[in-house]
Each structure stands twice: as C-alpha cells, then as structure tokens.
C-alpha cells in the first residue's frame, strides 16, 4: 500500500482557503482534513509550507510536436513543462508528424505518451487526413483509441459540408468537436491583428472575422448536427457575440480563451518580433475587454494556454517568415493571479475552476478537483511567491514567450500526479 499524506496546506472550500490535509493511496484521495494515517506501513508525508494546494490544472490546448517536431518540443519536455506550470491532465492537438488520423497513428503516439509523458496526455484525433481539411477520417475507430476529442487545430475547416459531416458522426458517438476557426480566403498572409499597430508595424494583417464568421457558421452547423462543439482560443468581441447568442439559442457550444488574449493587446506589440505572432493574434483593445467579459458572464467557459513551442531560429527573423505560436504552460497560472487576482477582478476559485475544474467539466473528464475517491493530482502553489520570467530557465524547450522579463507572483513549487511527484521546485 503506497499511502502519501499531504499536510501544512491550504484549500479553497466554498471560495475560503482553509487549512487542510489530503490523503492518497494507490494515487487515489482517501481523505480530506483527516490526521496521519498510523501502522500503515510507510508513510510518504509532504509538507506544503504553507501554501494553497489547487487541484492539478487541466489544459484542453496543447501543441507537444512530437512526434515530428521533437526540435521544438517533445512529449517528455512538454509534459514536464506543463508539470512545472501546476498542469496535470493536457490534451494534445494533433498537428504531429504523422497526424493521429488512423488506427496505426493514433497507437503510435500513446505508445509515445505511455514512455515519457510525466503527467496525463490525452491525444485529440483529427477531423480529417492529414489536417488537409479532405478526407474525413474514421472517428469511431479513433475514438475506440483513446482520442479525448476531435479537431484539426492550426487550420479552419474550410468546406462546411466537411464540418457538418464531422459534427453528425460526433454527435452520434457522443464526442465533441473542437476547431480552430479560420476562413483562409480572409487571412490575407496577415501576421498580426489588421488593426492599428499592423499599420504603424507595415505588417499585413488579420482582420477579425476570419475567425468570428467561421464560429458564425460553425455554430449553426452544431444545432444542426445535434453536436457539442467546442471553440478554441476565442479572440475577437464578434466571436464573443456569436457564442453568446449561440448559448442563448440553446446550442450546445462551449468555448475556450488564452491568457495572451487576455493579459494583452494589439498596441502591447513593441516591434516586428515573433515571439507576439500568435494565431489568432492579439487584438484591439475592445476585443480584450469583450473576452474578460465574456469569461465573467460564462459565455467564454475555461482557459487554455494553446502552449505552442518553436525554435530560436524560427523566431528570430520578424514576423513574415515565423510559425505562428507562444508557449504558456509554465507563465498561465502566475500571470493571471497577478494581473487579476491580485487585483481583486477575479476571485482565485474563479481561476481555479477556470483552469481546473471547469475545462475537466467540458470534456467529461474526472479530474479538476479535489474530492475523495478522485485522482490524485495537485498543484502546490506558492501565492507569495514573486519571480522574474526567465524564458532560459523554461523546462519547454520553446523560448518564444512575450512575457519575457515580466515581474509575476504565484508560482508552484510542487505538482503531484497520480500521488507522485512531477514537479518540485529547485532549492
Ligand atoms: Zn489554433
């Protein structure tokens, strides 16, 4: 019996923290608040110093690249990346080399998965061959594989017939569909928000409704198909608006926003430096303040980082030739604490149930939050914690972050999984 007791913490009950314990065995919680268990043979006992135990954080939007890109990141950095941001269950896009679009592929990358992955890494199928927006691919005998959902992430999918096809066989197999929404006739080579900054910049630009009249369609097709449909990295107030009168109408639509299009806009772009080229970009100011209140009223519902590493190299150059893409598994949770908690605009179980309970929520997943017989996954944050982000000192191999530099506070020290320890701040 592997029993491990986790004491000298704080949790959040009914939106109090208060002082607790928790109790695993066989990486399951046991007991909540309980005393030391006795004659169970060894005791593995952590002492939290102090500080707020929040469930492991749940992330519905990664990039892993491998297999394929293993020079931007592998399962094993990623995975330890997202430990070290308090992330304990990630689902993995499938823009890989090969794409997890058949039975064989889907095998190969949780057999990836099952050899390094330090905490759990749900694979997404993708909607088509290839991500080539074609051929529809067999989701039931991907699903019957373990995909946790399905999406061509990085590209729209431009044929609506595809779509709606998709969307059909998801409903019947009772699986979500989650899309990147991007009308490819709108882009327009564009690398930043077509707004103002672009044109100060002399950067081509993205105008918002390349992402707001896919989402405008997609919705219309899930109420159609009878399908749960879920919306990434939301960016722009149209899209917003879409989604709200989405709800309103009663389809089953949920979506997801990042903290860059949170935390920044498009006026916060310095210069013509990759590490702010992002799809979908940052936006205007009233864009951001659509999206804080979008989360406030629930029509946004969770948070997701959309991790996306790239090399140096790739990054170096201006925007025109870079990927697209930020990191954000280890910034996520001190960022926003800082910028919005701190400040007493959200309360830390809103951020918390944000980040946690509410993405596990969306995508059937038990994990999320605390309770006994539930699984074992932790972050241990220290709130007091204040720390300069050092994008050298990043566990991802990915550098790219515009938040290099940037003073934050609330940084885990420890994350747990399965009653194991993924993560553990240095001395
Ligand atoms: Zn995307």
């Given at each position: 019996?592997?029993?491990?007791?986790?004491?000298?913490?704080?949790?959040?009950?009914?939106?109090?923290?208060?002082d607790?314990?928790?109790?695993?065995?066989?990486?399951?919680?046991?007991?909540?608040?309980?005393?030391?268990?006795?004659?169970?043979?060894?005791?593995?006992?952590?002492?939290?110093?102090?500080?707020?135990?929040?469930?492991?954080?749940?992330?519905?939007?990664?990039?892993?690249?491998?297999?394929?890109?293993?020079?931007?990141?592998?399962?094993?950095?990623?995975?330890a990346?997202?430990?070290?941001?308090?992330?304990?269950?990630?689902?993995?896009?499938?823009n890989?080399k090969?794409?997890?679009?058949?039975?064989e592929?889907?095998?190969?990358?949780?057999?990836?998965?099952?050899?390094?992955?330090?905490?759990?890494?749900?694979?997404?199928?993708?909607?088509?061959?290839?991500?080539?927006?074609?051929?529809?691919?067999?989701?039931?005998?991907?699903k019957?594989?373990?995909?946790?959902?399905?999406?061509?992430?990085?590209?729209g999918?431009?044929?609506?017939?595809?779509?709606?096809?998709?969307?059909?066989?998801a409903?019947?197999?009772d699986m979500i569909?989650?899309?990147?929404?991007?009308?490819?006739?709108?882009?327009?080579?564009?690398v930043?928000h077509?707004?103002?900054?672009n044109?100060e910049?002399?950067?081509?630009?993205?105008?918002?409704?390349?992402?707001?009249?896919?989402?405008?369609?997609?919705?219309?097709?899930a109420?159609?198909?009878?399908?749960?449909?879920?919306?990434?990295?939301?960016?722009?107030?149209?899209?917003?608006?879409?989604?709200?009168?989405?709800?309103?109408?009663?389809?089953?639509?949920?979506?997801?926003?990042?903290?860059?299009?949170?935390?920044?806009?498009?006026m916060?772009?310095?210069?013509?430096?990759?590490?702010?080229?992002?799809?979908?970009?940052?936006?205007?100011?009233?864009?951001?303040?659509?999206?804080h209140?979008?989360?406030?009223?629930?029509?946004?519902?969770?948070?997701?980082?959309?991790?996306?590493?790239?090399?140096?190299?790739?990054?170096?150059?201006?925007?025109?030739?870079?990927?697209?893409?930020?990191?954000?598994?280890?910034?996520?949770?001190?960022?926003?604490?800082?910028?919005?908690?701190?400040?007493?605009?959200?309360?830390?179980?809103?951020?918390?149930?944000?980040?946690?309970?509410?993405?596990?929520?969306?995508?059937?997943l038990?994990?999320?939050?605390?309770?006994?017989?539930?699984?074992?996954?932790?972050?241990?944050?220290?709130?007091e914690?204040?720390?300069?982000?050092?994008?050298?000192g990043?566990v991802?191999?990915?550098?790219?972050?515009?938040?290099?530099?940037?003073?934050a506070?609330?940084?885990?020290v420890?994350?747990?999984?399965e009653?194991?320890?993924?993560?553990?701040?240095?001395?």
């Open positions: 019996m592997a029993i491990t007791y986790i004491q000298n913490i704080k949790r959040l009950v009914d939106g109090e923290l208060v607790g314990t928790v109790t695993v065995e066989d990486g399951k919680i046991i007991e909540l608040d309980g005393p030391m268990p006795e004659n169970q043979g060894i005791i593995q006992v952590i002492d939290g110093s102090g500080n707020f135990l929040s469930p492991g954080f749940v992330d519905v939007h990664t990039h892993l690249r491998e297999p394929g890109f293993e020079h931007k990141e592998t399962i094993a950095t990623g995975s990346s997202a430990a070290r941001g308090g992330f304990t269950t990630i689902c993995a896009m499938p890989t090969p794409v997890p679009d058949s039975v592929n889907m095998q190969l990358i949780n057999g990836l998965i099952k050899d390094s992955a330090v905490i759990r890494v749900l694979p997404y199928g993708s909607l088509t061959k290839d991500i080539s927006g074609e051929e529809r691919t067999d989701m039931e005998a991907l019957a594989e373990g995909a946790v959902a399905f999406s061509d992430d990085g590209i999918i431009q044929l609506a017939s595809t779509m709606y096809e998709q969307m059909k066989e409903a019947r197999l569909v989650v899309a990147h929404c991007e009308d490819n006739s709108l882009i327009y080579d564009g930043m077509e707004g103002k900054r044109v910049l002399g950067l081509p630009g993205i105008p918002s409704i390349c992402e707001s009249v896919q989402i405008a369609r997609d919705v219309l097709l109420e159609a198909a009878g399908a749960r449909y879920h919306v990434c990295h939301v960016s722009s107030k149209e899209s917003v608006r879409a989604v709200r009168d989405a709800k309103a109408a009663g389809i089953r639509v949920t979506a997801e926003v990042c903290p860059h299009h949170l935390l920044l806009e498009e916060d772009v310095p210069s013509d430096d990759a590490n702010w080229k992002m799809n979908p970009p940052l936006r205007a100011a009233d864009d951001k303040d659509s999206l209140a979008a989360l406030l009223d629930g029509t946004i519902d969770c948070i997701a980082t959309d991790h996306a590493p790239h090399t140096v190299e790739e990054k170096c150059c201006g925007m025109v030739g870079a990927p697209f893409g930020i990191v954000g598994f280890e910034t996520a949770f001190p960022l926003l604490y800082t910028a919005y908690v701190k400040t007493g605009k959200w309360t830390l179980q809103q951020l918390v149930d944000w980040m946690a309970a509410k993405p596990a929520e969306i995508f059937n038990p994990y999320g939050k605390i309770e006994v017989g539930a699984s074992a996954d932790f972050t241990i944050i220290n709130l914690k204040e720390m300069i982000i050092d994008a050298e990043f991802s191999k990915g550098r790219n972050t515009p938040f290099n530099g940037r003073v506070q609330g940084w885990p420890l994350t747990i999984f009653g194991n320890i993924a993560y553990q701040e240095a001395e």
